[in-house]
């Protein structure tokens, strides 16, 4: 079936403009989940939606950062007045979160953005 | 969430097994261990989980000692596709969750 889609995949964009970058997860995953890879460095988690539940947001750094979901599909991601220290491959990733062992998150290919 | 510790880089030749370890000392009772890759430009990629008891799949083996202190991932004939950044994570599965990456393991295979 079809993964984890992200787009656009690539973003280039000037300093303080604002951005939105979307993620289509995995049809019935209820669990989603966004990451953020500086070059060279590690995943940093950002936030997470679990179905009706209020999401986590403990990972998001400025208030700048925002992110929404429709129901169980769509996620948006938006960063306001971007900054340069924002450039990084921002990754999605869905899972099941069901009652049962596993729970692995499927990942998508990221959106690569750039600030200049 | 227990923390791990990996080898920052790993060789092997092509065809041969890949070892992977990762020690999880503080590892508790309810928390299992997973193992993900990434290879280059591209997202994280599950591998396997367990327990404590072994697991195989169509990609790996997992081999958890009986103290579950520590763990290796095999890859049994690796190829040059198996290139990437492997990253053992330990966690409680309570529901939806972040996973917490550390830096991983970078393992190169040669020709």
């Known amino acids: 079936g079809a993964g984890v889609s992200q787009s656009p995949s690539n973003k280039v964009t000037e300093k303080g403009k604002d951005v939105e970058l979307r993620c289509d997860p995995i049809s019935g995953h209820t669990a989603l989940y966004w990451y953020r890879q500086r070059l060279g460095q590690g995943l940093e988690f950002l936030i997470y939606?679990?179905?009706?539940?209020?999401?986590?947001k403990s990972g998001l750094p400025s208030d700048r950062f925002s992110a929404e979901r429709t129901g169980e599909s769509v996620s948006t991601l938006t960063i306001q007045r971007t900054q340069q220290e924002d450039s990084a491959v921002y990754l999605c990733?869905?899972?099941?979160?069901?009652?049962?062992?596993?729970?692995?998150?499927?990942f998508g290919p990221g959106t690569r953005l750039t600030v200049t | 969430d227990a923390k791990t510790t990996q080898p920052t880089s790993m060789d092997c030749a092509e065809g041969r097994a890949a070892n992977l370890p990762c020690n999880h000392s503080t590892i508790s009772g309810n928390e299992y261990v997973y193992w993900y890759r990434q290879i280059h430009s591209q997202g994280p990629q599950y591998i396997i989980h367990?327990?404590?008891n072994n697991e195989t799949n169509e990609m790996a083996s997992l081999i958890i000692t009986e103290d579950r202190k520590s763990s290796t991932l095999i890859l049994p004939h690796a190829t040059l596709r198996d290139t990437a950044v492997y990253y053992c994570?330990?966690?409680?599965?309570?529901?939806?969750?972040?996973?917490?990456f550390g830096q991983g393991t970078r393992l190169t295979i040669n020709p």
């Open positions: 990733a869905s899972s099941l979160a069901r009652v049962r062992v596993g729970y692995e998150q499927y």
């Open positions: 994570i330990v966690r409680v599965v309570r529901g939806a969750q972040k996973l917490v």
């Open positions: 367990g327990l404590k």
């Open positions: 939606f679990q179905g009706n539940s209020a999401p986590d």
